[in-house]
């Protein structure tokens, strides 16, 4: 590692608030290359009015977010019978990856999650994003037991 890549304990990682809104806009956009305002907006506000334990979070560099990421937890859905977290998004801004980001805010939510006892977290990614994949892979993800489906409901219109 050198000089100017802090290691995985010197960005502070804590929970979202509201008020990281247009940071978590702006990473997004910076990184897929389009502003998703009202979804981002729709998920903050969910998260704010979770009732349970948060568990979205924010990543800090020198006082600035620069990483965040959007999960919940699920208490046996689509057919599981154990509490399940399932991670949303994860966005790093461009010129903070490389930088140890991704996996602190992946540390810290392990470390929440396994002491509320939930052992699994699940999340998706595109095939054609190989950075990502390695990303997860480097992480411990590995392909889950089940299929996911996508049905192309004008495709398959009768």
């Not at 979770?50 to 924010?58: F, Q, R």
């Not at 990483?67 to 461009?94: C, K």
């Not at 805010?105 to 994949?133: K, Y």
Request: aromatic share 6%.
């Amino acid at each position: 590692m050198d000089e100017e890549t802090p290691a995985r304990d010197a960005v502070l990682v804590r929970n979202l608030r509201a008020e990281d809104q247009d940071a978590v806009i702006a990473i997004d956009a910076r990184s897929i290359g389009r502003r998703r305002d009202e979804f981002f907006k729709l998920k903050l506000r969910q998260a704010a009015a979770d009732t349970g334990i948060a568990v979205s979070l924010a990543a800090e560099l020198d006082g600035r977010v620069v990483g965040f990421l959007l999960a919940r937890v699920y208490y046996g859905e689509f057919g599981l019978t154990e509490r399940t977290a399932v991670m949303d998004v994860l966005g790093v801004h461009p010129d903070s990856r490389g930088r140890h980001v991704g996996a602190a805010l992946i540390d810290q939510l392990r470390t929440n999650l396994l002491a509320l006892g939930i052992r699994t977290l699940q999340t998706e990614v595109a095939w054609d994003s190989p950075e990502l994949l390695a990303f997860f892979q480097h992480e411990g993800f590995r392909p889950a037991a089940r299929l996911c489906l996508d049905l192309d409901l004008e495709r398959t219109r009768t």
